[in-house]
């Protein structure tokens, strides 16, 4: 068994080494594939993250001017809190505000350049805290009723619904893009083994002749290809740990609002991914190429 | 039909493996049918049953009632009978196109016959499957005209790579490379690659090759095809030197001059069938 295994893998790297072109070829397509998987899991879950950063905010929020008298204020709370659909109403004032909005930017490591303004330019605001997130009901309308009060309604919902229409179209075009150029790579890999496997014809028909059994002439192919794969998973998994501070930074800077927590699992997932892809994608083409080529 | 005109059936000369001569007086249709019935009873082949039925799972080589029709309708062998026991030295010849390579295609069961039993071995070929196939031709030593060595490998390495890919420990492939190193004679080059060998020395690396699973039958395939007369004699007497040791040998070959001067028992095929089998030349003697 362990004779057989040295023997597979020493006679896979040797395929490799011999057809290098096409191994190149095959490996560097590879990469682009699992590169192209890996952002795809990257950006869906980013915005994941920041659907769930949505949700689990307050429902409805409403920005008041600023200026406005303290009784007008009280009278719109009660207003909304009598509506049956409304939990809860809580008022924040332009200085907590103000005093939330730093710490956030600390929280980031972010400068905070309202210290340089000297003014306040954030508004005060009323969050509404619904029985049922799905349930809106009149809530907008009874804020935006008195004039002069509120200067705009954020209903996260509809953020919500932005967010998981983008999600659902990134994920629906990146797995489309995903197959075709996963399809390439198949080929491509079923190509090379071919090509190995040709050109070893007089060794297999030796082997054949010998007595080999059909483990012994599939299995070094197969370990080609799985080897593809995995070279390919490195390639992709190095250039990601390379990217991936340029990355983080950039989507800090996109999304700045929204803090996107790519927490440790997601380093760990992408990995085992990545390398999951490669040497599932390598080792079935190779397995095909073998079935259409090897067997009789 | 009737248990002695079986058993006079089962006297034909073809069948008692220790008679070969005489074969062309067994070629009418009652024979083959009764052989036939007998194969179709398969318990007539079971071991010592009958003392006059040749225990044909005893024999290295059998082949009773066979055709073998490609799917382009061609008839490559018609109706062959032909047991070579253990221990024989048999020479296969005849014109090209006669179905001597479909014979050994059989033999190895790279081909599978259309009718008839192919036994080698002991093995029922028709029965083997398809994964116990390896196992069938590692008890078979196969030479070619062409010797099918691997040139970028050495004397050494191309005999070891049949061990090798058929999963022998590497414990035990070193000393059984040098044993059949030593009987084929080729100790001193065993360090050289076929391209720097002469033709009969890349002929005894491929019988080396072929020896090296210490095989039942070997079936050489016009192994003196390439070669000049002087070393095609030392290839002869290599392969007689390996029967002498007890291995069979089946030898296709259209070395006239060779099957003359052995007076071994010989095998004629012509146009898909048997036409001689006997002890004597290349050539019809009467």
């Known amino acids: 068994m362990i004779g057989f295994l040295a023997f597979s893998v020493r006679r896979a790297f040797q395929g490799l080494l011999r057809n290098a072109v096409m191994s190149l070829a095959a490996t560097i397509t590879m990469v682009l594939m699992l590169l192209l998987l890996a952002g795809l899991v990257i ?28 009784e007008r204020v009280d009278a719109l709370i009660a207003d909304v809190e009598s509506l049956p659909e409304v939990a809860d109403v809580t008022y924040t004032s332009k200085e907590q505000a103000l005093a939330e909005w730093r710490e956030q930017l600390k929280a980031q490591g972010k400068q905070d350049l309202t210290a340089v ?51 659902d179209v990134l994920r629906t075009v990146g797995l489309a893009i995903m197959a075709m150029v996963g399809l390439t790579v198949l080929f491509i890999v079923v190509n090379t083994i071919r090509m190995a496997v040709m050109a ?66 997601l380093g ?29 | 039909m009737t248990q002695p005109n079986l058993r006079a059936a089962l006297r034909l000369p073809k069948v008692q493996a220790a008679a070969p001569t ?94 008839g039993v192919v036994y080698v071995a002991g093995q029922d070929l028709a029965r083997l499957r398809r994964r116990d196939v390896p196992r069938l031709r590692r008890r078979i030593g196969i030479v070619f005209q062409d010797f099918k060595l691997l040139p970028s490998k050495t004397v050494r390495e191309n005999v070891a790579f049949a061990l090798e890919v058929t999963g022998t420990p590497r414990r035990l492939i070193a000393p059984a490379v040098e044993r059949v190193l030593a009987i084929v004679g080729l100790t001193a080059q065993a360090e050289q690659r076929p391209s720097t060998l002469s033709g009969g020395e890349q002929q005894r690396t491929a019988i080396a090759r072929a020896l090296v ?26 392969l007689l030197r390996i029967n002498q040791l007890g291995t069979t040998v089946l030898m296709a070959t259209h070395n006239a001059e060779v099957v003359t001067a052995l007076r071994k028992r010989v095998v004629a095929l012509e146009e898909g069938r048997i036409v001689r089998d006997e002890i004597g030349g290349y050539h019809r003697e009467y």
């Open chain 1, 43 to 70: 950006i869906l879950s980013g915005l994941q993250a920041g659907l769930a950063f949505v949700e689990q905010k307050v429902e409805v929020q409403a920005f008041l001017n600023d200026g406005v008298s303290r």
């Open chain 1, 117 to 167: 303004t000297g003014t306040n330019p954030i508004p005060a605001k009323l969050n509404v805290k619904l029985k049922d997130p799905q349930v809106h009901g009149q809530v907008a309308e009874k804020l935006k009723a008195p004039p002069g009060v509120v200067q705009e309604v954020v209903e996260t919902r509809k953020v919500a619904d932005a967010i998981i229409t983008i999600t």
């Open chain 1, 200 to 265: 070893r014809a007089d060794e297999i028909e030796i082997m054949r002749l010998v007595g080999a059994s059909d483990a012994f002439i599939r299995w070094p192919f197969i370990f080609e290809g799985l080897l593809v794969g995995l070279l390919g998973a490195g390639v992709t998994l190095g250039v990601l740990a390379l990217g991936a501070q340029p990355i983080s930074q950039l989507t800090n800077v996109l999304v700045s609002q929204v803090p996107i927590g790519f927490d440790d699992r």
């Open chain 1, 268 to 296: 760990t997932q992408l990995l085992l991914l990545v390398l999951a892809a490669g040497t599932a994608l390598g080792g079935f083409g190779a397995w095909i190429s073998v079935r259409t080529y090897l067997i009789k």
């Open chain 2, 22 to 115: 005489a074969g062309t007086e067994a070629r009418g249709a009652g024979p083959r049918a009764a052989i036939r019935d007998v194969l179709g009873g398969r318990s007539w082949l079971r071991r010592g049953q009958d003392p006059l039925m040749p225990d044909i799972r005893a024999a290295a080589l059998a082949l009773i009632d066979v055709t073998k029709v490609y799917p382009n309708g061609k008839r490559a062998l018609v109706d062959v009978d032909l047991v070579v026991p253990e221990g024989d030295f048999a020479f296969l010849v005849g014109p090209s196109g006669a179905g001597k390579s479909t014979l050994i295609k059989l033999l190895i069961r790279d081909e599978i016959a259309s009718s």
């Open chain 2, 213 to 238: 699973h210490d095989p039942t039958v070997i079936i050489a395939d016009e192994p003196t095809g390439n070669l000049d007369p002087l070393i095609s004699w030392e290839i002869i007497q290599l």
